[in-house]
């Protein structure tokens, strides 16, 4: 199933039961599991209350998704209501939402709906507080093959959003998750071969990458996201909504559907349980800095605190410096984890893969006394061991790239 192509519960067929019917189905999407103050059984016991937010519902668009479930179980664990509005149409999402109503019962609040209606996604935001949008044509190889439906998704969606944040009686604060891709290809960047990895010639790009970096759009993906990213960076200056952008590398975790490019270490190491051959493409030496989810909750989370403040401005988020992998480095990571070499074949570049990218998180460290806590060993070595308990059948490969 193509990352474009709605779910099935999204096209009607019969929903969980969970699922109001009738969600989804138009811009009036009903709201799932709505007045849900009063916890289930099956409700973990609230721990504190987290300070950031009244009583008012979150809502999250694209909460279907990996970080977005991930956020709304740390949520609702804290005892806030979370509203999801999503289409799920990434394949494997419907899994967590399932987990996370089993976990948080009617607190959850689900609206099948596409970002695509501006109907639909007013409806969503009335009665919420905070907004954290997520929701998104993820793959570059998709927004190739169908950039209209990209940029519905990415750049009018997000406009959607926007335009009902502007007229909402409501001031919501937005935090927008933006991508690395925005940079472009980076060819201008020197870099040289130094054992498994490539190094950048420049010793001041040891910190990274930081947001002084010209924006520079490649793919119909990185332009529909770029549009978003700037969308929501004007809608904070001309409107004065409250808003912050993070420009992301890769984020990986437990709950992540991922496939060739998009989650590809959730990929790579579902791949290597399932005894598949790993494909890399180019020569291995490509470096990432990887992000754990848990730790980019906790600056989601951070960003929303502090978002009167931040309004208005770009951050790189990701591992950084301390948290870089070449692609030849985590298939030794992955062999030490299984006990086996991965099999692992080698393919032609593909068109705008960046050799080298690493985020400079200093500017958000700052702004928000944020520190990565993950290591890089130890977050890889948590996905392993959550993906072989919760070993599932791997998603279709639906397309590639994000980030
Ligand atoms: N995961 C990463 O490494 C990474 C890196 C950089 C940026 N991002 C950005 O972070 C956000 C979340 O990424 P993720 O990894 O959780 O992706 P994901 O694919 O797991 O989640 C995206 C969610 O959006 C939903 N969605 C897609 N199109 C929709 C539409 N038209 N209307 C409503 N819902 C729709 C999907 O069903 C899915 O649940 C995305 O905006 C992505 O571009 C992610």
């Known amino acids: 199933m193509s990352t474009l192509t709605p779910h099935p519960l999204a096209a009607g067929i019969p929903a969980p039961s969970f699922v109001a019917p009738g969600d989804g189905s138009s811009g009036a999407a009903g709201v799932a599991g709505v007045n849900a103050s009063s916890a289930t059984a099956s409700s973990p016991a609230p721990a504190a209350r987290a300070p950031l937010f009244d009583d008012i519902p979150v809502l999250i668009t694209g909460g279907a998704g990996f970080i977005g479930c991930n956020l709304a179980d740390h949520l609702l664990s804290l005892g806030r209501r ?107 960047v020197a870099l040289a071969a130094n054992g498994r990895r490539y190094e950048p010639a420049d010793p001041e790009l040891r910190h990274g990458f930081d947001e002084s970096r010209p924006v520079s759009f490649h793919s119909p993906y990185g332009c529909s996201k770029g549009a978003a990213d700037q969308y929501v960076l004007d809608y904070a200056r001309t409107f004065g909504i409250p808003a912050v952008v993070f420009r992301m590398s890769c984020i990986y975790g437990q709950h992540q559907c991922g496939n060739e490019d998009q989650g590809w270490i959730a990929h790579f190491l579902l791949s290597s349980l399932a005894g598949r051959t790993i494909t890399l493409y180019g020569d291995g030496r490509q470096v990432r800095d990887a992000l754990h989810v848990d730790d980019l909750v906790d600056a989601l989370l951070r960003a929303q605190e502090r978002i009167d403040r931040l309004t208005g401005r770009a951050f790189n988020l990701g591992g950084g410096p301390a948290r870089t992998t070449s692609l030849l480095e985590l298939m030794d990571l992955i062999r030490d984890l299984n006990g086996a070499e991965p099999a692992v074949e080698f393919a032609e570049w593909r068109a705008a893969d960046q050799r080298y990218y690493v985020s400079d998180i200093r500017r958000f460290c700052a702004a928000a006394s944020w520190t990565p806590r993950v290591s890089l060993q130890a977050g890889v070595a948590r996905l392993h061991r959550w993906l072989v308990e919760n070993t599932r059948p791997a998603p279709e490969l639906a397309a590639s790239t994000a980030g």
């Open 82 to 188: 979370v509203r999801i509005f999503d289409n799920i149409s990434r394949p494997g999402v419907e899994r967590n939402l399932t987990w996370l109503r089993s976990r948080h019962g009617e607190r959850l609040q689900l609206r099948l709906g596409d970002m695509r209606d501006p109907h639909a996604v007013e409806a969503a935001l009335r009665g919420v507080g905070p907004v954290f949008h997520f929701a998104a044509q993820v793959a570059v190889t998709t927004s190739l093959t169908d950039p209209g439906a990209d940029f519905d998704i990415n750049a009018r969606g997000t406009l959607n959003l926007l335009e009902a944040i502007r007229r909402s009686p409501r001031r919501h604060g937005l935090v927008f998750t933006s991508t690395n891709k925005v940079y472009g290809h980076l060819e201008d």
